[in-house]
Structures are given as structure tokens and as C-alpha cells.
């Protein structure tokens, strides 16, 4: 309908021909929908529901079905997958891969889901890793990773990814990361902090050597996130950290979330220009509250009162401005 009345306030202007306007109505009438992005996510969700399903339908028919049957069937069907993947590879390249067709991906992603799960299965029924927690969590992030760069798959290096911080987590702080206070303790923060800042530096790498650029956006998005999450836990931590002061943390945070909101307006990118002043936001407040004095209650509230305003009005306003914020000078 905008469409309709745009045309005819073009034609009335005498901008757009009679016969350029009935074209292009024509085209906008008769042009195809493309539910390309639909379809991806309908993929994506159907593998997940069939590998959740499966699951189900094993545990509850296991004792007629036996073990031996369970894992040679998940082993052929994750062979499969992978094979098929690797059929229809294309030359590797340090750009991005022109795959003909979406299948060989979504194979490559169930293969991957077939690999957790069986490693999962094998590891409860027969223990085959034992304590060795770390080894369970590293041989995916490997293969993965290797995986993920030879074809090229960013929803496979994002498990990598994963699994390579949950090896971090495991062989740091062993079953500190089934506890409530995991994120506070000392071991497991600052290898998440390390472990944030090598894969945002890896992003960055990755973006502007122009070895595999579109990886970037994984690598940064999940490494700036932990290094951050991890950071702004140290300012709300009741006991301190000798490994990471707080007023380190204050400026860690700082020069991180100045960074992203940088390569949000060099990507024009939503989403770092939201971590960037979120997490800032965080840190700045966190600072403002503690230099203040409160031993007059009434003039500390005051300006506390003032500050969350201000700070709101301003942060409204740049999302409001945020189009123009993110154009590329």
C-alpha cells in the first residue's frame, strides 16, 4: 500500500513516467517472497527437535534396544553426516566459502550434535574419559574448530568455541562450574578474563588480516561477553580479588566497552554498540556510586537521583540517534 501511494505521489510530481510507474507496480505486485531466512531457521530447528527426539525415544525404549545397538546407530548416522559434509566441501579459502548449497551445512551441524551426543552416551554407560573431564570437553572444541575453519561454518566454530571455554572452565577450577558462585571465584574469573580477551583478539585478528573476516563476529561477541561478564563480577564481589583489583577491573571494563562501541561504528553493528554501553554503563555507575560521599544522606541521594536521569536521557538518546551514530564517516 506505501508502495502504491509512493508511486502515485512520484507520477502526480511528474518525477516517474506513467509507463515506469505500471512497471514497477507490476514488479512489486508480482515479485517473489523470499523465505530464505525462514527456511534456514526451520532447518535449524528441525535438527534439534530430531536430535532432542531421538534422544527421548532411546531412553525410553534403551533396555529393548541395548547399548551396542544405540551407539552404532548414532556412530553410522554421525559418519554420515560428516561424510556427506566433507563430500561437498569446496577449496579452502581464508574469505568466504561460495557453497552451492545449504545441505552440506546443516549436515556438517548434525554430524557435530551426533558427536556431543554420543560422547555424552559413551561417557555415562561406559566412562571411557573417567575423571579426565578436560579431555571430554577438549576433543570437541579441536574438532570442531578444525571443523569449522576447513568448511567454513560459523554455527560450528561458535561450538567450538563453547566447548573450548568449558574446557578452560573444567581443567581451571574442576566442577567449580556447577556451583552457584562459579563466576567468583578466583581461578575460573580470571581464565574467563584471559579467555575473553584471546578470542576477541583472535576476532580482531581475524577481521583485519582478512583470514576468515566473517568469524569475527563470533569470536568478539563471545569473547568480549565473557571477558566483560567476568570483569563487572569482580566489582560486585563481596571479598576482593588479589588477581584483578577493582579499579582494574573499572578500567578493563571501560577500555573494552570504548572498543566495542568503536567496532560497533566500524561494523555498524546493533549489537556491540548494546554490549558496549550496557557494560559501560555498568562500570561508570558502579564508579560514580562508590566516590560518592553518603555521609549526607540527602545530598548523595540527590545527585544519585540526578545521575540515573541524566545517564538514562543520554542512553535513550543514543539509541534514538543510533542509526546516524553507526554511519561510517
Known sequence: MRTSHLLADLQARGLLPPAQTQAIADDERTRPMSLHQELRAALYLGIMLLTGGLGTLLYQHLDDIGHGAVIGAMALLMLASFGYAWRHRQPFTWGQ?????????YALLLGCLLFLALETYVQTVFSVFGSRYGLATLLPAVLFL???YRLDHRGVLAMGLTALGAWVGVSVAPLSVFTANALFTSRLGIAGVLLGLALTGAGLYAEFTRRKPHFAFTYISLGANVALLAATAVLFNYYPQPWLPKWVAVLLVLLMSAG???YARHTRSYLFLLMGTVYGYIALTYSFIRLLDFS????????????FMLSTAGVILLFMRSKEFLRRV
Open 296 to 307: 549526607n544522606g540527602d545530598e548523595g541521594g540527590l545527585l544519585v537521583s540526578f545521575y
Open 260 to 262: 566495542l562501541v568503536w
Open 146 to 148: 578444525a571443523l569449522a
Open 97 to 105: 566459502a561460495n557453497i552451492p548449497s545449504f545441505v552440506p551445512d
